[in-house]
């Protein structure tokens, strides 16, 4: 009778409804093109890093970084967490175990003295002594019968958040990924401008030992002198701040791969870089199923639509069965009883009176949370499409702006070499060499610049697609090793 009883309540159970509504995606602005490129059913987004970013001494970072960078080590551990979260949360769908025991024995070998609440105070003249002995053990079960779906809810919400963990460790890839090659290209672009910079510096330096010459022969005035030299000193300045940042973007790398600062090992040149010949962006519809801060805001959606029926059935009555099983045996002066069996049941039932209505305040609660979420959703989504589109217009007109100052370098160099020559010979003014020599400076950097901005155009349109990542578990268990190219 008792098996058929247990058997009709589990199957109360897992008949019995769940309070609250059940999760579904929000709808969101139809995407079906991009507003700056044409959507192809290929996507950059789908190479993996290491075919994308190709300098070997990127690659050593990145992969450094996978290892040891320490917000990748927080979502790992975040992920373990939530993993035991949900393990705790699916043992209150069983009934829980308890055991106890006690023993207890006592025996007065005076005759004259009984111990009377612990006192030993003497009574009487018993000849022979007391002995008292008693010993029991049961073992029991406790069962809440989940009526109203909170524990099932409770569960559903905590998978949900061991779901938003995982995309988050892979926001934390990707983040990182990106943030390492934009780094190092930022340092690439850096040593090419101290480069510059330098060849620059060497020229003014020429140009000075020449003036300072021709002052004393009173061929140029001092002012044409102080202006050379003024260019110098403007050079030298601007030298040791790009060193400067050199050594900062050096720190800064070094802290995303987990390590103190120290000197970073560069690889190919900014000018030998590799670029894709084509990035295509893909489908619009592929970035709510590959970028993982849409699919963790979605997540976070779904445990805050779960922990809407969690606060509901906490609303109605709790019915728990409890029941236990046991033996016990007692002595007293000599005489003994038992073992003999225990059989104990109950069943509880616990509800809110004067805390109900607190208890709704609670579900309205919820609700706003939920509420928010989808807003949160639907803001993802925005952002992950303006981000790709910044990112496609990033990397169509960097490229033409490098070709137009590609151009536009060729002939300040071709200027700066007519005047100076003019200069020497006596033909043209300080001011033609002055004019040109800082045009093409200017001229250098900036090129300097935008190729730099081109890569790293690339690699935020790579991040902003979703990236062709996807690790459980450890990041850098799947990456290629150097030997293996």
Not at 31 to 58: F, G, H, Q, V, Y
Not at 78 to 92: C, G, P, T, V
Not at 178 to 203: H, P
Not at 408 to 424: E, F, I, N, P
Request: some cysteine.
């Amino acid at each position: 009778m008792w098996r058929w009883i247990i058997i009709g309540l589990l199957a109360l159970g897992s008949a019995a409804c769940k309070m609250g509504p059940d999760y579904t995606r929000p709808e969101t602005a139809p995407a079906d093109s991009w507003r700056l490129a044409r959507a192809t059913s290929e996507s950059i987004a789908n190479l993996p890093w290491w075919e994308l970013l190709k300098d070997e001494a990127l690659q050593s970072l990145i992969r450094e970084s996978l290892q040891d960078n320490l917000d990748l080590q927080i979502a790992a551990a975040n992920i373990e967490e939530f993993q035991a979260q949900l393990m705790i949360a699916k043992y209150d769908l069983v009934p829980s175990a308890t055991y106890s025991g006690t023993a207890f024995g006592f025996r007065n070998t005076n005759s004259n003295v009984f111990p009377v609440g612990g006192g030993g105070l003497p009574v009487g003249g018993n000849n022979g002594g007391l002995s008292l002995g008693y010993q029991n053990a049961d073992v029991g079960l406790k069962w809440e019968l989940d009526l109203w779906g909170r524990i099932r809810r409770s569960i559903e919400a905590a998978r949900a958040q061991l779901l938003a963990k995982e995309e988050n460790q892979r926001v934390v890839v990707l983040g990182l990924v990106s943030s390492v090659a934009e780094s190092y290209f930022d340092l690439r672009g850096l040593d090419y401008e101290v480069e510059i910079t330098k060849r620059t510096l060497k020229s003014w330096d020429d140009s000075v030992r020449l003036s300072e010459l021709r002052f004393k022969q009173g061929v140029i005035s001092k002012l044409d002198l102080d202006r050379f030299q003024a260019e110098q000193a403007g050079t030298a300045a601007h030298l040791a701040d790009l060193e400067k940042q050199v050594a900062q973007t050096e720190n800064r790398i070094s802290l995303l791969v987990g390590r103190k600062p120290a000197d970073i090992a560069r690889g190919a040149h900014l000018t030998e870089q590799v670029m894709p010949p084509a990035v295509p962006p893909g489908l619009p519809s592929d970035l709510l199923q590959r970028r993982p801060d849409i699919l963790k805001a979605e997540q976070d959606l779904a445990a805050a639509t779960a922990n809407i029926g969690v606060a509901e059935a906490y609303r109605f009555p709790q019915l728990a069965l409890t029941g236990a099983v046991g033996g016990a045996a007692y002595q007293t002066d000599g005489t003994s009883a038992g073992p003999f069996a225990i059989f104990k049941g109950s069943a509880s039932v616990t509800g809110p009176i004067f805390n109900a209505s607190a208890l709704g305040y609670q579900v309205k609660v919820t609700e706003a949370q939920t509420q928010a979420a989808v807003a949160q959703y639907r803001k993802t989504v925005l952002t992950a499409f303006k981000e790709t589109e910044d990112a496609l217009i990033a990397v169509q007109k960097t490229g033409e702006q490098r070709t137009a100052q590609e151009r536009q370098v060729a002939a300040l160099k071709s200027a700066y070499t007519l005047a100076d020559s003019r200069y020497q010979g006596g033909r043209a003014s300080y001011l033609d060499v002055l004019t040109a020599q800082r045009s093409l400076f200017d001229a250098e950097l900036s090129l300097a610049r935008t190729r730099r901005a081109q890569l790293t155009s690339v690699v935020q349109l790579y991040k902003a697609l979703g990236g062709g990542w996807s690790v459980p578990g450890n990041p850098a268990a799947n990456l290629p090793d150097s030997r293996d190219r």
